[in-house]
C-alpha cells in the first residue's frame, strides 16, 4: 500500500505548472515526488519559505527547490524561482496528488426524504440520509453516514467528509469543505434561571449560514441562531475542535486555529488570525486584521488592527508554583510598590 | 426555503399566552414574528431584559416589546408587561415556532437487537442501532444514525439528535435533550504505569447516568465510571465539546459552557455556572451555587458559595510579551520588594 | 438491568489471579464484586495505593482490601498484599468482569468497497463502510457506523468502537483501541494567504499512522500529515477531545489528558505526561520523560525532563479582577522596582 504520486513530471513541466522561473541545466530531470526539505531525496522536489528552514538550504538532498529569487542566489543547485514558494509548492501537491474524481451517483442505501431536489454531478455516499426539501447543488460529494437535515441547501462543488451533521435549515455555500465529526446547526446553548433555580430552555429556531469557500474542521461545532443567523463569511477557514456559539458572525477570511471557543453573538471581523485555544466572549466586536495568539481569553472588544496575546508561558514547575502565588497577591504588591515610592520620595534630601 | 413562523398571532393572544399585562391602544394588532430588538420590525416581537440593550428602547422598530414594569413605564409603544421578559419571550418563540411532530414508528432501516423493548409513542430514525436488553420508554425521538448500546434506558419525552453515541449501560432520564456528536459512555481515561514504563489499561466497567431534562451539547463527551457511576443530576446544561472524565457527579441545575474540562472523580454542586474553557481539577469538590469565569483553572476544592476567576486577559502584544517574561520573576520580584521595604523601614529616622 | 459482575470468586482465587501475597483466616471468603474504598460493602473487593485514600483503612467496610505490605502491617482485616495495589485491582477487575466476546462475522448491511481484505475472527459492525482496498488484521472489532477510508490497515487485535472514522490510508497498530467518534486523517490546517487576503489551501497529501497498543479518546482528531506522516508512538494514549495538528509526532508510551491540542509539526517525546487543556505550540520539540501540568501553554522547545507549568489558579473574582489588571502593569513595576532600588542604594550611608 503505497502512497506516492503515481506519475513523475520533469521539471519544466514543474516549473510551468506553478508559473515559476527555472534555473537548472537539466530542465528533463525527472522528479518523483514531493518531501519536506529535510527529508527530501534526490527524485523529489521541495521548497523553502525562509525562517527556521533557511538552515536546510547548504544540507538539503532534494533534488529541486521551490525558492525566491533572494534565496535561489545562493543556491547553487536546481531551483524553481517563484515570488511565493509556499503556494507554488502547493500548486505542484495538485499536480503530483490530483483529486480522485469520484463518479456522480446516489448510493442506494442512501435515504432521500420528500421534496430533496440533487442537481448534476452529485455523489452521495452509503448511509446519507438527506431531509426533505432539501437542496443540493451540482457536484456536490456528500461522504458515507453524513445527516443532512430537512430544508437545507449546499452550494455547487463544496464536499462534505463522512459523519458530518447539519441540521435543519443549515445553509452551505459553494466550494466549502466540512470535515468529519463536525456539527452545524444544533441548539444554540440559551436558558433562563427559573425561581426555583432550574433553567426554562429558549427554543433555538434561527439557522446556520456558511458563504462559500468555507472550510470546517473535524468535530467542530456551529450552533443555530436562537433566532435569525449564525454567519460564517467567504472563505473562513475554522481547524478542529472548535466551538461557535449561536448567533454569532465571523467576517471573511478570518481563519481560527484548532479548540478555540467563540461564544455566543460575537462579531469577529474580516482578515482575522485567531489561534488554537483562545475564549473569545460573547456579545463583542473584533475589527478586521485583528491576529489573536495562542490561548488568549478576550473578554471585550477590540476595535483597533493589531496583535493581542493573553496567558503566561510556561516555566520549570518549581519556579511556577511560586510565581503563581504571587499573582494572587499582585494588586498588594503593586499597592505597595506604590507606598516605597512615596517613602523614598519623603527620605529624598530636599534641594 | 423561509425559516419565519406559519402562523400570526395577535397582541392579546400573545399576551395571553406568555401571562404578561399588555399595554397597547390596539389589542388586534397582528404580530408576524420574532426578531432581536436592534433588528426588529413593524411587524414582529421583540424584548428588552435590561443592560447593554436597554438603549434600543428608544430607537427599536419593533410593534411591540416584552418588558418590566419599569422599562414600559419609559416606553410609548405597545408593550407586554412581564416581570422577566426573557422567560416571556421564550414562551413565545414556542408559540410562534411550534415543534415539529414526528409520526411514532420505528424506521425500517433501524436495526433494535434481541430484548430491546420501545414503549408507545417512541419515533427512531434511519439506520438507528441499538444493543440488546435497551429500554426505551414513551415518546423518546431517536435521530437517524444515532447508536445506542446494550442495556441502555432512555426515559420517556427524550430527545436525541442524529449521530448520538450511547455505550453499554448508559441512563438518560425523562424529558433529555442529547445533541449531534454526543458520546456517553465511552471508557475513562485509567491507567497505571507498569515498570517499564508502559501503560497498563486499567477496566473501566461503570456507567454514565443522566437524570432528568439534562441537556447535553454537540459533541460532549462523557466517559464511563471505572466502577461505579459518572452522574450528572436533574436540569444539568452542558454545551458543546465538554469533557466529563470518569466517576465525576455534576449536581443538579448547574450550567457548564463550551469546551470546558472536567476531570476525574470531580463532585461539582447544585445551580453551579461554570463558563467555557475552564479546567476543573479531578479529585475535588466544588460547592453550591459556584460561578467559575472563563478559562479558569480549578486546582483545589472550592467551600464557599461565590465568583471564582484566574486567567489573564488579552493586551496588545508587544506588551502581554514583557509582561509574560516578567509573570517568570514574579516570586523573586515580591522578595525583592520586601527586602526594599526592610531597606526603607532602617533608613527611616529613629523616633 | 444489573452491572454487576456474573460471578462471585473467593479471597484465594483472586490473590492467585493476580499474583497478591493473602493475608486471612479464611481464604474461602466469597468477594462478590469491587468498589472504591469508601463505598465498598462486606461482600466487595477495593484497594487502597497511598495519597488521600489511606485514611478509608480505618474505615472501610470492604470485605479485603488489596494494599502494599506497608499498609497491611497497619491493616487487621483481611487483605492481599501486592507491591503495586492499583495494578493488581486493575487486573482483579477483568477477573470479574471479562469482556464480553463477540462472535466473528461481517454484518450484513456493512458495506466492503473493492479489494478489502478481512483477517479471520473479526466483527464488523452494521452500517460500516470501508473503502477500496483497505486490510483488516485478525480479531479487529470495529462498531457500528464506523467509517473506514480506503487503503487503510487496521493491526490485529484492534477495537473501534461504533462511530469512529478513519479517513483514506490512515493505518492503526495492533492492540488499538480508538473510542467513538475519533476522526483520525482530516486535512491538516494549512493555506497560504494570496494577494487578496483570501486563503489558498495546501493539499494534504499525507496519513496518519498509529504504533500499536494506542488508545485514542472520543472525539479526539488527528489529521493527517501535509505530506508524510503523522506518527503516534506505541503505547500512547490520548484522551477525549485532543487535537494533533498534521505532520505531528507523539513518541511512545506518552499519556495526553482531554482537551488538549498539539499544533502542526511538534514532536514530542516518549514517556511524557500532559495533563488536560495544554495548548503546544506547532515545529518545536519536547524531549522524553517531561510532564506538562493543567492548561499550559508551550510555546519553545523543551530539552530537559522535568515538570513544567503555566497559567494562573483560581481566586476569589474581586481580587482576581484587581490582579488580572496588574498583570497588565507587571514589566512597569519591575522597571519602577529597579528604580527603587537605585534610589536606595543612593540614599545607604557610605562607608
Known amino acids: 500500500m503505497s502512497h506516492s504520486p503515481i506519475q513523475a513530471y520533469n521539471l519544466a513541466a514543474i516549473a510551468d505548472y506553478c508559473g515559476a522561473i527555472l534555473k537548472t541545466q537539466n530542465p528533463d530531470k525527472l522528479i518523483q515526488g514531493l518531501a519536506a526539505v529535510d527529508l527530501a531525496q534526490a527524485h523529489e522536489l521541495s521548497y523553502i519559505r525562509g525562517g527556521q528552514y533557511q538552515k536546510f538550504l547548504t544540507s538539503t538532498q532534494a533534488g529541486a527547490l521551490i525558492l525566491t529569487a533572494d534565496l535561489a542566489a545562493n543556491y547553487a ?4 524561482i517563484h515570488p511565493d514558494p509556499y503556494l507554488a509548492y502547493a500548486q505542484v501537491v495538485s499536480l503530483f496528488y490530483p483529486k480522485k474524481s469520484l463518479t456522480s451517483g446516489i ?18 455516499g452509503a448511509y446519507v440520509v438527506i431531509g426533505a426539501g432539501t437542496e443540493i447543488a451540482a457536484n456536490v460529494i456528500i461522504g458515507a453516514h453524513s445527516v443532512i437535515g430537512a430544508e437545507c441547501r ?17 445553509e452551505v455555500g459553494e466550494r466549502c469543505i466540512i470535515h468529519s465529526g463536525a456539527v452545524l446547526g444544533a441548539d444554540g446553548f440559551g436558558f433562563t434561571p427559573q425561581r426555583d433555580g432550574s433553567w426554562y430552555k429558549i427554543p433555538q429556531v434561527g439557522r446556520v449560514v456558511l458563504g462559500n469557500e468555507v472550510e470546517i474542521g473535524a468535530n467542530t461545532t456551529i450552533d443555530r441562531a436562537a433566532l435569525g443567523v449564525t454567519r460564517i463569511g467567504d472563505g473562513v477557514k475554522l481547524d478542529n475542535l472548535i466551538q461557535v456559539g449561536h448567533n454569532t458572525e465571523i467576517g471573511a477570511y478570518t481563519a481560527v486555529a484548532a479548540c478555540t471557543a467563540i461564544a455566543g453573538s460575537a462579531k469577529i ?9 483562545c475564549a473569545i466572549g460573547g456579545h463583542l466586536e473584533i475589527t478586521d486584521h485583528v491576529t489573536i495568539t495562542a490561548t488568549s481569553m478576550v473578554t471585550h472588544s477590540i476595535h483597533h488592527a493589531g496583535v493581542y496575546s493573553a496567558g ?10 511560586k510565581n503563581a502565588v504571587r499573582f494572587h497577591q499582585l494588586d498588594k504588591m503593586a499597592r505597595r510598590l506604590v507606598e516605597l515610592e512615596k517613602q523614598i520620595a519623603a527620605l529624598q534630601p530636599k534641594n
Open 77 to 80: 543547485g536546481d531551483c524553481l
Open 107 to 124: 448510493h442506494p442505501t442512501a435515504i432521500l426524504e420528500s421534496g430533496v431536489t440533487i442537481a448534476e454531478g452529485v455523489h452521495i
Open 154 to 170: 449546499i452550494g455547487a462543488d463544496s464536499l462534505l467528509h463522512p459523519n458530518v451533521t447539519l441540521a435543519d435549515q443549515t
Open 269 to 277: 471581523g474580516r482578515f482575522c488570525r485567531i489561534a488554537g485555544m
Open 312 to 321: 503566561t508561558t510556561i516555566q520549570e514547575n518549581s519556579q511556577w508554583r
